[in-house]
């Protein structure tokens, strides 16, 4: 007569060793288990299996965007240095304006492998984030310092309200989320247009919202704007490779936060970054 009661304890010391990351399939002796619990143990170790591959394969991501980085920098590098020297010459106004382009691909080029370092760092755990209590108004104040000459540069108004308050978040990255926010904002708003930061104190959470007069984001396209890669229909016209968004959602996620757009078309954009007040 098969012990349900030993079974379905057995069945669940599995799963909590699964769900634990501990499951090891020589802790339990095939020959005295049911049918049932003989099942579990081959799904359980297959699944095992499959993490530790998955762990392996972003492993070798990891290792491989490092590897691209190492062997870019220094042609990337020449490049530019060459770029400017050209730029320095007396070019007639067709060979000044193609010098400028190179520049400017190489400048792409550039932050597209910084991009990719950073978020492959942060998805496999090579850089972990570690949240502690932070100004918010300091924080602010550092975006927009850093982000102010973009913002001179395309004729954009850009300004803050904030008051004091305090959240858990690491303050490296979380300026690296928001600069990517703003730069976004400033980025497809037109000359003349504003981009304003303001502050919500919750129980919770803080949340900073970053609202644009820019060309908005049709509905159907808010549920992917987050996607690495991914750009939206109405400026792919425009500079941009499409992964500061993906990036600052991963930065945010990772400390218990997280990110929400509202917008629509030729009203302008509003992105909302929370970040908790308590572990």
Same mark, same amino acid.
């Given at each position: ?6 079974t379905?304890?057995? *069945?669940d010391?599995m799963l909590?060793?699964?769900i634990?990351?501990?499951f090891?399939e020589?802790d ?10 003989? +099942?579990?143990v081959?799904?359980l170790?297959?699944?095992k ?7 392996q394969d972003?492993?070798k ?7 691209i ?7 990337l ?7 400017q020297l050209l730029?320095?010459q007396? %070019?007639?106004?067709?060979?000044a304006? /193609?010098?400028?382009?190179i520049r400017?691909?190489a ?5 597209l *492998?910084?991009?990719l370092?950073?978020t492959s760092?942060?998805e496999?755990?090579?850089?972990q984030?570690t949240?502690? +209590?932070?100004?918010i108004s300091?924080? *602010?104040?550092?975006a927009?310092?850093?982000?102010r000459?973009s913002?001179?540069?395309k004729?954009?108004? /850009?300004s803050?309200?904030t008051?004091?308050?305090f959240a858990m ?5 979380t300026l690296e989320?928001l600069c990517n *926010?703003?730069d976004n904002?400033?980025k497809y708003t037109p000359?003349?247009?504003?981009v304003h930061?303001?502050?919500s104190e919750?129980?919770s ?8 007069t820019g060309?908005g984001?049709?509905?159907?396209e %808010?549920?992917?704007?987050f996607g690495r890669?991914?750009r939206?229909s109405n400026?792919r016209?425009?500079?941009g490779v499409?992964?500061? /968004?993906y %990036?600052s959602?991963?930065i ?10 509202a ?9 909302s ?5 308590r572990h």
């Amino acid at each position: 007569m098969i012990n349900s009661g030993k079974t379905l304890r057995l *069945i669940d010391k599995m799963l909590e060793d699964g769900i634990n990351g501990c499951f090891t399939e020589s802790d339990y002796n095939e020959t005295k288990l049911s049918q049932l619990e003989s +099942k579990w143990v081959r799904y359980l170790t297959i699944s095992k299996q499959s993490q530790q591959k998955v762990e392996q394969d972003r492993k070798k991501l990891a290792e491989l965007v490092s590897d691209i980085s190492h062997q870019t920098k220094t042609p990337l590098s020449n490049i530019q240095l060459y770029t400017q020297l050209l730029e320095e010459q007396q %070019l007639d106004e067709q060979s000044a304006r /193609l010098a400028d382009e190179i520049r400017r691909q190489a400048e792409k080029l550039e932050f597209l *492998i910084q991009s990719l370092i950073k978020t492959s760092r942060l998805e496999t755990g090579t850089f972990q984030l570690t949240p502690v +209590k932070n100004s918010i108004s300091e924080l *602010i104040s550092a975006a927009v310092s850093q982000e102010r000459s973009s913002a001179d540069k395309k004729g954009t108004e /850009l300004s803050a309200d904030t008051s004091e308050c305090f959240a858990m978040f690491d303050s490296k990255w979380t300026l690296e989320a928001l600069c990517n *926010i703003i730069d976004n904002a400033i980025k497809y708003t037109p000359e003349g247009g504003r981009v304003h930061i303001s502050v919500s104190e919750f129980e919770s959470f803080v949340r900073i919202t970053v609202a644009d007069t820019g060309c908005g984001i049709p509905e159907n396209e %808010l549920s992917q704007i987050f996607g690495r890669f991914y750009r939206g229909s109405n400026v792919r016209s425009q500079d941009g490779v499409g992964i500061g /968004l993906y %990036l600052s959602r991963q930065i945010a996620e990772g400390q218990g936060g997280y990110i929400t757009a509202a917008s629509s078309p030729g009203r302008g954009s509003e992105f909302s970054l929370f970040l908790p007040k308590r572990h």
